[in-house]
């Protein structure tokens, strides 16, 4: 019988069957509907545009349900060094993106993942007796949504112009580069273009913040997680909207290039947009439950609450109003926001792994 379902099979929804199947479930119980096998194909493809090589996120940045033995542990051992461990006792251990692919291939095929996965694009969630409803795929009492990013971020003013490549699509850099935005994606393309031989100039609308992590790591913590959640309503998305601001990391690798070329007269901020030959929209993904059209129509079904954009989730990532003792609907990634506010990242997946997989597996028992 199947208990759960998974709508997405990207690294959220990797994760989260990794946590089931650590809970007991068995890859039988399991249905997970996506458009890709290859739980790691959007990272691949958005990595391969902008040329990333190292992951953002430290030991703690893997797929595996439980934090311990992370990434560094595991590099410590194959190396045979520690060097790995005392950078991520000091914060400093970013894997690089093949360690992690290679990760992800490992644990894909250990946990025989592909055999709970259907190619099938889940366009509606509907609640039903009996759990949900899942576009003819049959009724599951637990569902997870774990869609991924809407889509990528264009600003409306440059929508059309031929000059225009998103920084996330396939692109070489030409002689002179103008990249608008200012978190790590737009960080990174400044040395790469920069590294192509381009003059390049930076737009941004703030100055980013410069944190090794997306959101500051107190909001990591049980203590950070249990204050964030008190906060009312409107008050939280504010907060939100502070923490989502653009950030890359600090250093002397991000700062030292781009002093060198600013004596240089390589590279320069600009308030706008100018006549550079190639402008680069490292602006990140469209945010908001209404850039996704299935998460839109649950909304949209069920009068679903919401706040500014973000569907209005409870702690664990559920959905109030359609969660109980003998079902669960949760949320996944960037749109689970409102529970954890670094949920776009693989912590943040884990952390809703942990908590869908404590409700299927508590409701098994009743």
């Known amino acids: 019988m199947t208990r759960a379902a998974i709508v997405g099979s990207g690294l959220a929804g990797f994760t989260a069957y990794q946590a089931l199947r650590r809970a007991g479930l068995d890859r039988g119980e399991i249905a997970v509907f996506g458009t890709d096998a290859d739980p790691a194909a959007a990272l691949r493809a958005r990595a391969a545009a902008i040329r990333q090589c190292t992951m953002r996120s430290e030991s703690d940045g893997h797929c595996l349900p439980a934090s311990f033995p992370g990434l560094a542990v595991r590099s410590a051992l194959r190396r045979r060094s520690l060097v790995p461990l005392v950078a991520s006792a000091a914060d400093r251990y970013h894997p690089t993106l093949a360690e992690f692919l290679d990760h992800v291939a490992a644990l894909r095929d250990r946990s025989r993942w592909d055999d709970s996965v259907l190619l099938a694009r889940i366009a509606r969630v509907r609640a039903v007796d009996g759990g949900f409803e899942l576009d003819g795929h049959g009724v599951f009492p637990h569902v997870l949504v774990a869609p991924g990013h809407p889509g990528l971020n264009v600003p409306e003013e ?40 381009a003059e390049v100039v930076s737009v941004r609308r703030r100055e980013p ?31 939100l909207r502070t923490l989502l601001e653009p950030s890359y990391p600090p250093g002397r690798a991000w700062d030292e290039p781009l002093a060198r070329a600013a004596a240089a007269g390589r590279f320069r901020v600009e308030a706008s947009v100018n006549g550079s030959a190639q402008v680069i929209c490292a602006t990140g993904f469209l945010r908001g439950f209404r850039h996704d059209p299935l998460l839109a129509r649950l909304v949209d079904d ?65």
């Not at 112009?161 to 920084?167: E, I, K, N, Q, T």
């Not at 090794?212 to 907060?239: C, D, I, K, M, T």
């Not at 809703?352 to 009743?366: D, G, L, M, Q, S």
Request: aromatic share 8%; hydrophobic share 45%.
């Open 209 to 239: 913040a410069r944190r090794p992590l997306n959101v500051p790591r107190p909001y990591f913590s049980r203590r950070g997680l249990a204050a964030f959640h008190r906060l009312g309503p409107v008050e939280r998305a504010a907060r």
């Open 302 to 366: 069920h009068a679903v609450e919401t706040v500014e954009g973000w569907i209005a989730l409870a702690p664990d990532a559920t959905v109030p109003a359609l969660t109980n003792e003998e079902r669960t609907l949760a949320v996944a990634g960037a749109p689970a926001q409102w529970s954890f506010p670094a949920a776009d990242t693989l912590a943040g997946a884990r952390y809703v792994a942990h908590r869908f997989a404590e409700r299927v597996t508590a409701c098994r028992t009743r």
């Open 158 to 197: 440059l929508q059309g112009d031929p000059r225009v490549v998103h920084a996330y699509e396939p692109h070489g850099y030409a002689s002179t580069v103008t990249v608008v935005g200012a978190g790590l994606a737009a960080a990174t393309e400044w040395l790469n273009a920069l590294e192509a031989g």
